[in-house]
């Protein structure tokens, strides 16, 4: 009997447009809201299996509504004469479930990954463990739909389950650690710690054991049910303890900060001995974190543009392009001249960001606004009104149109504001600049000059065939 009722079951759920629908929606819109980014092998994983859950929602209403729709419009009279009783009924839904839901969310993420690997080179480290929370976690809510569904067999009951899941996984940024006692814990950036990852996909599974018993209990009290709650809390409650004992990331405080308030966990990672690895092409060294390698050529892109556009005794010294994790900055010695790149990679700001690096380094616009934050911190310094402005934005306009000071986005929900201000004027100029003809000659010709700071930019017009348009004043603390 319940091999039939198996049989059943799982050709209803296969054929169920809610669970196929929601598999479709979660593979494209993780697919769309990660267009334009590089693959990262870290962090796809733990947002796909974040937006996983809408999947795990539509599984657990239907699994509910399965479970109880024996109890419903007259079906308990009309199932009475039958051989079959409502134990063999649950049993059944339990065996099909749980298969057709961690089905569709492997091909959810799984056919995620697969495009993402298809889109450009990936970067970071695979944790596998990540790809298969999304299956246990939609295993869990399988199991615990049924059980909804026996337990209480109003239709509101699903739903509802699924709105207070929702709402605490979609909070639990704000649980710290608490948060891996839910099935999903989406919180993750690509310069902290190793997640529990691993314990937290046992607990996860223990959980669906769990609620499978106790929907079996729900009819009558039987060893084997009772056997089976018993140990999957005796699994789900150690691992889960285990998981959420994890620390929290140490985020920078207030204050000077050095390599020692580096969190532990990362310090070797990303500031020990072996944590990059280098190569030099066309003259210019690139170092890369371990497993970040494969992005160094789009690095390459973006920084040969500005560098051919420098006078050949400048780019003879281009310093070192860096990988560097923008959460763990202080670690790094601040003082040694860096181009540097992110954790991530896709972002126009982040190209934009990059060349504005080698531009001001190549002014001395970096020097002077870090020495005028290291006398001043609260106020910095302003290179309005400077010809060496206009000409570091020139530079950096061979790669992102010149644009005014603004936070750019750096990384992840990170953004990143230089220390010194530049206005329109100086933009302005710097797109005059990039349509002339014969601009670059007119630049390393009168190179020295254009890099002095109290070149001013009416006094620079001259030498570059400008004409004057735009009034353009030194700011009130000009960068020295």
């Known amino acids: ?89 649950t049993r059944a839904i339990l065996l099909a479930a749980p298969p ?21 080179p990936a970067a970071g480290r695979l944790d596998l463990w990540e790809p298969l929370t999304a299956v246990a976690a939609a295993v869990f809510a399988a199991t615990l739909g049924v059980a909804v569904g026996r337990w209480a067999r109003w239709l509101i009951a699903g739903p509802m389950v699924v709105a207070v899941l929702g709402y605490f996984i979609f909070t639990n940024t704000q649980n710290g650690a608490a948060g891996w006692l839910l099935p999903v814990m989406q919180e993750y950036r690509p310069d902290w ?97 371990v497993g970040y390698e494969p992005w160094i050529p789009l690095w390459e892109e973006v920084v040969l543009p500005p560098v051919a556009a420098l006078p050949a005794a400048v780019r003879a010294r281009v310093p070192r392009v860096q990988q560097t994790s923008r959460m763990w900055y202080f670690g790094h010695d601040l003082g040694t001249p860096l181009v540097l790149t992110p954790m991530t990679w896709g972002h126009p700001d ?43 934005l020139w530079i950096a306009g061979q790669v992102s149109p010149p644009e005014p000071s603004r936070y750019f986005a750096s990384d992840y929900q990170s953004g990143l504001k230089f220390g010194s201000d530049w206005g329109t004027a100086e933009v302005g100029y710097a797109k005059l600049l990039l349509a002339t003809p014969g601009a670059r000659e007119k630049v390393h010709a009168n190179w020295d000059t254009l890099m002095r700071s109290t070149t001013t930019i009416d006094q620079a017009l001259p030498l570059l065939g400008l004409e004057r348009r735009f009034d353009a004043p030194k700011g009130a603390t000009p960068c020295l």
């Open 1 to 89: 009997m319940t091999r039939q009722l198996f049989l059943f079951e799982a050709r209803r759920l296969l054929r169920h447009p809610l669970v196929w629908g929601a598999t479709a929606l979660v593979l494209a819109l993780q697919t769309y809201l990660s267009r334009g980014d590089q693959p990262h092998l870290g962090v796809d994983p733990v947002y796909a299996t974040g937006l996983s859950t809408c999947l795990a929602a539509a599984v657990l209403i239907v699994a509910s509504l399965a479970a109880s729709r024996d109890g419903r419009h007259g079906m308990p009279e009309s199932l009475a004469g039958l051989p079959g009783r409502a134990e063999h009924r």
């Open 100 to 120: 057709v839901a961690g089905l569709a969310a492997a091909v959810a993420v799984f056919g995620y990954l697969g495009i993402r690997s298809l889109s450009g």
């Open 193 to 289: 710690p190793d997640r529990p990852s691993g314990v937290h996909v046992v607990y996860v599974v223990a959980l669906a054991v769990l609620f499978g018993g106790i929907a079996l209990l729900r009819h009558r009290a039987r060893l084997a049910p009772a056997l089976t709650v018993v140990a999957a809390l005796g699994v789900a409650v150690p691992t889960g303890a285990i998981a959420a004992a994890e620390p929290p990331v140490v985020r920078p405080g207030p204050g000077e900060l050095s390599l020692d308030d580096v969190d532990p966990r990362v310090r070797e990672r990303y500031f020990g001995r072996d944590a990059h690895r280098c190569s030099e092409r066309q003259g210019i060294t690139y170092c890369a974190y």
């Open 350 to 392: 982040q190209r934009t960001l990059v060349a504005l690096d080698v531009a001001l380094w190549a002014t001395g616009l970096h020097d002077s606004a870090r020495k005028a934050w290291a006398a001043a911190p609260d106020k910095g310094c302003d290179v309005r009104g400077q010809a060496r402005t206009v000409v570091a």
